[in-house]
């Protein structure tokens, strides 16, 4: 009998049709007899998921209706259905299944794609099949003839079938009962939205929210320095003392004690110079490419996994959902003999360091599912290199450049320290001289990047000319996240967040999603409006500051606790934990919730009755066109004749102060408004005033 091959879509079964003759019918391929399939095979194919679990009314018509009394939401047994405007596909799918003794399942190779599958396959009805998995990191001809060669049996992708599983029913369970939950007692306060919440989605609002009150309870502090800039033979530069103090009195205390005034004479003191090294950089994961990605173009990490599975399905990259960033042997063997054809692809020739693998890159240990992201062995014709999109070939090249910087030298540099003594006090400078760029020629600096100033040729005990000052600063605020760390934020629970000159991810601890979810999560939680993205500046919104504010306490707000889930759901795929002990666990925080959240709610700080969100209700005519109205939206007051021409905008955050809908109202009709208290100045200081409209702007008047 012929073997029936299940592709997730039809761009990936076209893909594997492409490495045998095939002859193409309604909703598979037939493939001609080949030495991999002496009798020939089917290839048919998803359209992402066919089945999906049934709505709540399904299991109980009290389900269908929104009622407190209704909850909670736990079916006894969970059932599946054929999704909307699948089921000829599905047809297709089940006849071919019946009519063979032998199941390919040939859907992405990781959790999600098991997932796909299994539920498709089970729900077919089918009995009795022997099931055997296509495991490939590369749609390359070769590859994908490889992997069919080489047939795993279904033991591990069993396995990963039921942690999808279980995530997937988690997933509705919270969200079916959580945001019923939610939406009712918040409309009993007179909003009426809805508030959508996940297991996942929500902790992650969350983060975002605490890094938001972080910010707005800042106050600047000032602290004062002592600087010198100092005149050498060969030229200026600057140092410190080693003081920071937070009264100006400190500092001139200091100099007062060394009898130093404005301009006097200093001395070279020591001159030490080190010769220091970088090694390349490690290899791409999904989520290193997105921030590099982010930081680089601004780049949404939806773009960036959009971008890179077309270029997977173009045969130029290995797979991308992929956490791992090392290689195996095998990889680093076809890496290393192209060396050169990937260098002139890219007009990026240097000599080759080494062609022995380094435990840095190549780590059979460290390889689990897949192996980091990396160029495959079909390098493309310049023709085809120059017809990539360009955001296609930003993301192509990163990734080239990461790999070939394997074979680079280290980029060495000389760090110089100055240690300058002026009247006994010593000023500290650090310098630092490229020696071999290496591996940094295949990433040409930013236009906009500052080049750090050059130190003069010093010699020690050489006399220079002092001036010395004291320089006052002022403590600035947490930065808000960009949308490229919001990866690094959910991977580490916002413990810790990879800093913006970093090229690698900061150590993982137990984080929030996996590699492949967790763009699609802060999507969500964008579509669901409760955060924007301007100018790639992540900010929460007036219903996401809700939604935190009703959640706060409870353990929809702790990302610790949907981080151990998510380590659990990881146990299943591996064979250590149980679906049924998970969902049991998810059965009793939903009970918990429903329990608590009713009291919480009145003890949390959220009025008795709250006024509907803004941006629902017009709050006047526009100032400037005098036809549209100005409503809230997306963070800030807009006129909603916008998509018309008309620009007039107000901030929700004017000097640290939250504007209301009356005060934009005031602005409005009478162009000022009362005295506003709670203003705060850049060196911190509260002050009151009222806001003027003049000619679309706001200004102060006191």
Same mark, same amino acid.
């Given at each position: 009998?012929?073997?029936?091959?299940?592709?997730?879509?039809?761009?990936?079964?076209?893909?594997?049709?492409?490495?045998?003759?095939?002859?193409?019918?309604?909703?598979?391929?037939?493939?001609?007899?080949?030495?991999?399939?002496?009798?020939?095979?089917?290839?048919?194919?998803?359209?992402?998921?066919?089945?999906?679990?049934?709505?709540?009314?399904?299991?109980?018509?009290?389900?269908?209706?929104?009622?407190?009394?209704?909850?909670?939401?736990?079916?006894?047994?969970?059932?599946?259905?054929?999704?909307?405007?699948?089921?000829?596909?599905?047809?297709?799918?089940?006849?071919?299944?019946?009519?063979?003794?032998?199941?390919?399942?040939?859907?992405?190779?990781?959790?999600?794609?098991?997932?796909?599958?299994?539920?498709?396959?089970?729900?077919?009805?089918?009995?009795?099949?022997?099931?055997?998995?296509?495991?490939?990191?590369?749609?390359?001809?070769?590859?994908?003839?490889?992997?069919?060669?080489?047939?795993?049996?279904?033991?591990?992708?069993?396995?990963?079938?039921?942690?999808?599983?279980? /995530?997937?029913?988690?997933?509705?369970?919270?969200?079916?009962?959580?945001?019923?939950?939610?939406?009712?007692?918040?409309?009993?306060?007179?909003?009426?939205?809805?508030?959508?919440?996940?297991?996942?989605?929500?902790?992650?609002?969350?983060?975002?929210?605490?890094?938001?009150?972080?910010?707005?309870?800042?106050?600047?502090?000032?602290?004062?320095?002592?600087?010198?800039?100092?005149?050498?033979?060969?030229?200026?530069?600057?140092?410190?003392?080693?003081?920071?103090?937070?009264?100006?009195?400190?500092?001139?205390?200091?100099?007062?004690?060394?009898?130093?005034?404005?301009?006097?004479?200093?001395?070279?003191?020591?001159?030490?110079?080190?010769?220091?090294?970088?090694?390349?950089?490690?290899?791409?994961?999904?989520?290193?490419?997105?921030?590099?990605?982010?930081?680089?173009?601004?780049?949404?990490?939806?773009?960036?996994?959009?971008?890179?599975?077309?270029?997977?399905?173009?045969?130029?990259?290995?797979?991308?959902?992929?956490?791992?960033?090392?290689?195996?042997?095998?990889?680093?063997?076809?890496?290393?003999?192209?060396?050169?054809?990937?260098?002139?692809?890219?007009?990026?020739?240097?000599?080759?360091?080494?062609?022995?693998?380094?435990?840095?890159?190549?780590?059979?240990?460290?390889?689990?599912?897949?192996?980091?992201?990396?160029?495959?062995?079909?390098?493309?014709?310049?023709?085809?290199?120059?017809?990539?999109?360009?955001?296609?070939?930003?993301?192509?090249?990163?990734?080239?450049?990461?790999?070939?910087?394997?074979?680079?030298?280290?980029?060495?540099?000389?760090?110089?320290?100055?240690?300058?003594?002026?009247?006994?006090?010593?000023?500290?400078?650090?310098?630092?001289?490229?020696?071999?760029?290496?591996?940094?020629?295949?990433?040409?600096?930013?236009?906009?990047?500052?080049?750090?100033?050059?130190?003069?040729?010093?010699?020690?005990?050489?006399?220079?000319?002092?001036?010395?000052?004291?320089?006052?600063?002022?403590?600035?605020?947490?930065?808000?996240?960009?949308?490229?760390?919001?990866?690094?934020?959910?991977?580490?629970?916002?413990?810790?967040?990879?800093?913006?000159?970093?090229?690698?991810?900061?150590?993982?601890?137990?984080?929030?999603?996996?590699?492949?979810?967790?763009?699609?999560?802060?999507?969500?939680?964008?579509?669901?409006?409760?955060?924007?993205?301007?100018?790639?500046?992540?900010?929460?919104?007036?219903?996401?500051?809700?939604?935190?504010?009703?959640?706060?306490?409870?353990?929809?707000?702790?990302?610790?606790?949907?981080?151990?889930?998510?380590?659990?759901?990881?146990?299943?795929?591996?064979?250590?934990?149980?679906?049924?002990?998970?969902?049991?666990?998810?059965?009793?925080?939903?009970?918990?919730?429903?329990?608590?959240?009713?009291?919480?709610?009145?003890?949390?700080?959220?009025?008795?009755?709250?006024?509907?969100?803004?941006?629902?209700?017009?709050?006047?005519?526009?100032?400037?066109?005098?036809?549209?109205?100005?409503?809230?939206?997306?963070?800030?007051?807009?006129?909603?004749?916008?998509?018309?021409?008309?620009?007039?905008?107000?901030?929700?955050?004017?000097?640290?102060?939250?504007?209301?809908?009356?005060?934009?109202?005031?602005?409005?009709?009478?162009?000022?408004?009362?005295?506003?208290?709670?203003?705060?100045?850049?060196?911190?200081?509260?002050?009151?005033? /009222?806001?003027?409209?003049?000619?679309?702007?706001?200004?102060?008047?006191?």
């Amino acid at each position: 009998m012929k073997p029936v091959i299940v592709a997730e879509k039809p761009s990936q079964a076209k893909a594997y049709a492409e490495a045998f003759k095939t002859t193409k019918r309604d909703g598979y391929m037939e493939v001609a007899p080949d030495p991999i399939f002496p009798e020939g095979a089917y290839i048919t194919w998803g359209i992402g998921h066919l089945v999906e679990l049934k709505e709540p009314k399904a299991y109980d018509p009290k389900w269908n209706r929104w009622s407190l009394a209704a909850l909670p939401i736990l079916p006894e047994r969970y059932q599946f259905q054929i999704a909307r405007g699948k089921a000829q596909q599905f047809g297709v799918i089940k006849k071919l299944i019946q009519q063979t003794d032998t199941v390919i399942n040939a859907c992405d190779v990781d959790r999600e794609g098991s997932n796909i599958f299994y539920s498709i396959y089970y729900h077919t009805g089918a009995k009795g099949k022997t099931i055997r998995r296509l495991w490939i990191n590369s749609l390359e001809v070769d590859e994908v003839r490889k992997g069919f060669q080489q047939l795993r049996d279904n033991r591990q992708d069993l396995l990963l079938y039921q942690e999808a599983k279980a /995530r997937q029913i988690s997933d509705w369970l919270v969200g079916m009962n959580g945001s019923r939950l939610y939406s009712l007692l918040l409309q009993e306060k007179g909003i009426r939205e809805v508030f959508a919440i996940g297991r996942v989605q929500t902790p992650t609002v969350f983060l975002i929210y605490q890094r938001e009150k972080e910010i707005e309870a800042f106050v600047p502090e000032p602290f004062y320095e002592i600087e010198g800039i100092f005149k050498a033979e060969k030229g200026k530069y600057k140092g410190k003392a080693k003081i920071k103090a937070k009264e100006r009195q400190e500092a001139e205390a200091l100099l007062l004690k060394h009898q130093i005034g404005g301009t006097e004479d200093g001395v070279v003191k020591q001159l030490k110079t080190t010769e220091k090294r970088i090694q390349p950089p490690l290899l791409h994961s999904l989520s290193t490419l997105q921030a590099a990605a982010n930081r680089k173009w601004k780049y949404s990490p939806a773009k960036v996994l959009s971008v890179m599975q077309g270029l997977y399905e173009k045969k130029l990259v290995s797979y991308p959902r992929t956490d791992a960033q090392h290689i195996t042997p095998a990889e680093f063997s076809y890496l290393a003999n192209q060396v050169e054809a990937y260098q002139k692809l890219i007009g990026a020739e240097f000599p080759v360091a080494s062609r022995t693998p380094k435990k840095r890159f190549v780590d059979s240990a460290k390889v689990q599912e897949h192996y980091a992201i990396i160029p495959t062995k079909s390098i493309p014709t310049a023709r085809k290199l120059e017809g990539l999109a360009k955001d296609e070939r930003n993301l192509y090249e990163e990734v080239l450049r990461t790999s070939l910087a394997m074979f680079h030298r280290d980029y060495r540099y000389a760090e110089t320290k100055v240690t300058t003594d002026v009247k006994g006090l010593d000023f500290f400078t650090k310098g630092k001289t490229d020696l071999e760029q290496g591996w940094k020629e295949l990433f040409p600096p930013a236009k906009e990047a500052k080049a750090e100033p050059s130190l003069p040729e010093l010699r020690e005990q050489e006399p220079v000319k002092a001036k010395v000052d004291i320089k006052e600063g002022m403590t600035t605020p947490p930065k808000p996240y960009t949308e490229g760390q919001l990866i690094a934020m959910m991977k580490t629970c916002g413990k810790l967040v990879e800093d913006a000159e970093d090229t690698e991810i900061l150590k993982e601890i137990e984080g929030l999603g996996t590699e492949a979810t967790r763009s699609g999560i802060i999507e969500t939680i964008k579509r669901h409006e409760y955060i924007q993205v301007k100018k790639n500046i992540v900010s929460i919104t007036d219903k996401g500051r809700i939604l935190c504010q009703s959640i706060e306490g409870n353990l929809l707000s702790s990302p610790s606790m949907t981080a151990k889930w998510e380590t659990y759901l990881k146990k299943i795929g591996k064979g250590e934990g149980s679906a049924e002990v998970f969902l049991a666990t998810i059965a009793k925080f939903i009970q918990k919730l429903l329990d608590e959240v009713p009291s919480q709610m009145k003890t949390n700080g959220l009025p008795e009755k709250m006024p509907a969100l803004e941006g629902k209700d017009e709050i006047a005519i526009c100032p400037r066109c005098k036809k549209g109205k100005i409503v809230f939206r997306r963070g800030s007051f807009n006129c909603t004749e916008y998509d018309n021409g008309c620009k007039q905008s107000f901030p929700a955050i004017f000097a640290k102060k939250r504007l209301t809908a009356k005060q934009i109202e005031y602005l409005c009709t009478k162009g000022k408004t009362p005295v506003i208290k709670g203003f705060v100045s850049k060196n911190g200081k509260k002050f009151s005033a /009222r806001l003027v409209l003049e000619e679309g702007k706001l200004k102060m008047e006191f």
